[in-house]
Structure formats: C-alpha cells, structure tokens
C-alpha cells in the first residue's frame, strides 16, 4: 500500500499536467506564491540579499518543473564534457537526506546517507572532486580549497539558491514539459517559463516544435539511453537488456519521473510489472521482499543505496540499468566558449 505522502504527490503530479478542477482551486494560491519568489529574486538582483560570487565559473543546472527531469545524467555528460575540454571540473550539491550542514566532500566509499544518492552516484560516475552542502557558496569555497586544480565548478541543482553568483544557467525539462504552465500550488512551476537562462535542455525521446514552444528558449534535446544491465552483486557480468526478454521481471525506480526509466526499458522490447517508488527512497523497508521474479531491473540512483544494504547487495535478482545522456555537441561547444570567456585572466 502507497505511503500517503506518495500517493498526495502522485495526485498533485496529475493535476499539474492540465488545468483542472483542483489545478483552478489551487491557482490563487499560485499567485500568491509567484509574487513571494519574484520578490525574493528581485532582493537578490538589488543587492539587499547576499549573494556569493566563486573566483572560478559556476555553472547550474537545474529545472523550474518540480521533481526529476534528469539533473543527474545532464550533470555527468557536462562534467565530461568540460574535462575533455581541458578544464578541470568539480561539482557542488545540497545531498539530499544528507546528515550533516556543514560543507562534506563525496566519495565513491560514502555512504548514501550521509552524502545524498544523486552525488554518490556523481562521484563514481565521474571520478570528479564532488562536495556537498545546504549552503551552497560555502561548499563551493570548501570544495575549492581542498582541490586547488578545479577551475570550473557544477551546481547540481540550486537553480533558485541566489546565494550563489552563477555564470551560465541550464534549465532542464523533460517530455512534460511546463505541464499547465502554473506556477506551485496550482502547477508544477518554481518560476515562470518565461525566466532568463542561458541554456534550455529538453530530455525526451523526441523533442516536437509544440514541445519547444512550451518550454522556450530555443531547447537542445537530450536522450537517455541504456541497452546494458549489470548485476548488483557483480557490477562486471552485464547482459543486453534484449537478452532478458522472456523472464519475470519486475522494474523498480525511486525517482523524480520513474515513468520515465520504465518508458525506455519498454523500447528495448522489455514486458515487465511496474514498481514506481518515491524520489529518494531509501530502501529500508525492504520493497522487493515479498516481490516474484526473476529479475529486478533498478536504477543507478536507486542502486548506490540498495548496494550498501545487507539484505538487498547481494540479492541476486537486481540488476542495474546504467544510463548515459546524449546531446548536441554544439551545446557543449557553446559551453565551454561561455566557460573561457568567464574564466580569471
């Protein structure tokens, strides 16, 4: 049985994609809300809000539609990016359910818990210096002074953390787009559509000119793609996904949009049972207990946790599903010109 919290979110993420009966209740709401953070942002913008300015370029990538549209992979695709250009990058984050405030540096041995699954995942994805901290300048000085060599800093996340001075905005959508282009309550918006950014990143198997228009800013399309899985208890014994087909299998995810994982395992020609958990979800409560089947297709998100669970890291039956985002080269290109001409002489 859903957690009542899920299944509230799960009715607010409906309502949010059409203007409806509970959308149209909540829109006055939304009106208050709007003014509230465009005056917060306005303070910010006239100085009587501190914010922080780094000595390297600061880049974020983050999303004005609530929840997960893929922070994760764009963050890994433009940390290589900007490495096989020849900066030396590092990436800053809050850690979701981290443990301490205090600015922490990630990783690969960190446990979850006390760094957040997202950078866990960053951090052996990358191999980049990753830090982690509710305030973000603070983490950024601190990630700074223990690498001197960075010369480029990635804020996953932290798109409305004004505190921090960025010099290139990227905000991601996914195939949802704005949904009914409200803002919270009423919709799924933190900000308008309308707000300025400097890079528009759409993650959708096909980005339509109606998608475009509804997102703005003249988007790049990212496409997550992931043909491999690779057994929890033996990272190096990997499968095509297309060699499953004809086993039980169950396909759990605990993120932001799991619809998502489920879509591209089904355009592998994959039949499987859905198990669509909360973002974030920490697995202790054992889901996959009382689960038939003989494989459990789970995400990286979801396995960095699971990996450092007793009963679940040598479960047989979970598999992991690695993903890799692709992009227009011309929009790392873009990047990186941006990147040179922020750089301290």
């Known amino acids: 049985m859903p957690a009542p919290s899920h299944s509230l979110e799960s009715t607010l993420t409906r309502a949010w994609l059409r203007r409806g009966a509970l959308a149209c209740a909540l829109w006055p709401l939304s009106l208050l809300f709007g ?3 465009g005056l917060r942002a306005a303070l910010f913008r006239a100085g009587l809000m501190q914010s922080h300015k780094l000595p390297v370029p600061v880049l974020v990538v ?5 929840g997960g549209t893929g922070k994760t992979p764009l963050t890994i695709w433009l940390a290589e990016a900007l490495r096989d250009a020849g900066f030396t990058p590092g990436i800053i984050s809050r850690g979701h359910g981290g443990a301490a405030n205090a600015p922490r540096e990630v990783t690969a041995d960190s446990l979850a818990a006390d760094a957040g699954d997202e950078p866990l995942l960053i951090a052996r994805r990358t191999g980049c210096p990753v830090m982690v901290g509710r305030d973000r300048p603070a983490a950024g000085r601190a990630l700074l002074a223990a690498h001197p060599r960075v010369d480029v800093i990635i804020s996953d996340d932290g798109l409305q953390h004004y505190a921090l001075q960025r010099d290139i905005e990227i905000v991601l959508f996914d195939g949802r787009g704005a949904g009914n282009g409200w803002l919270l309550p009423a919709g799924p918006l933190r ?3 309308s707000r300025r950014r400097d890079f528009t990143v759409v993650n959708t198997p096909q980005l339509t000119p109606e998608l475009a228009q509804r997102v703005g800013g003249a988007p790049f399309q990212m496409q997550l793609g992931g043909t491999l899985a690779e057994r929890m208890s033996a990272r190096a014994e990997r499968l095509p996904l297309a060699a499953l087909a004809g086993k039980r299998i169950v396909a759990a995810a605990g993120i932001g949009n799991p ?3 489920f879509a591209m395992l089904r355009a592998q020609g994959l039949a499987f ?3 669509a958990l909360p973002d974030h979800h920490d697995f202790l409560d054992q889901p996959f207990a009382r ?9 990286e998100k979801d396995a960095v946790k699971c990996g ?3 009963n679940l890291k040598n479960d047989p039956r979970l598999w ?3 993903v890799t985002a692709r992009l227009d080269g011309a929009l790392a290109e873009q990047i990186v010109e941006k990147c040179r001409g922020s750089s301290p002489a």
């Open 35 to 37: 003014l509230l953070a």
């Open 62 to 66: 983050g999303n004005i539609f609530i």
């Open 191 to 193: 900000e308008p559509v």
């Open 259 to 261: 619809g998502r994982f």
């Open 273 to 275: 049972d859905e198990l």
């Open 291 to 299: 689960v038939v089947a003989d494989i459990i297709l789970i995400t």
């Open 308 to 310: 450092q669970i007793e």
């Open 320 to 322: 992991v599903v690695p």
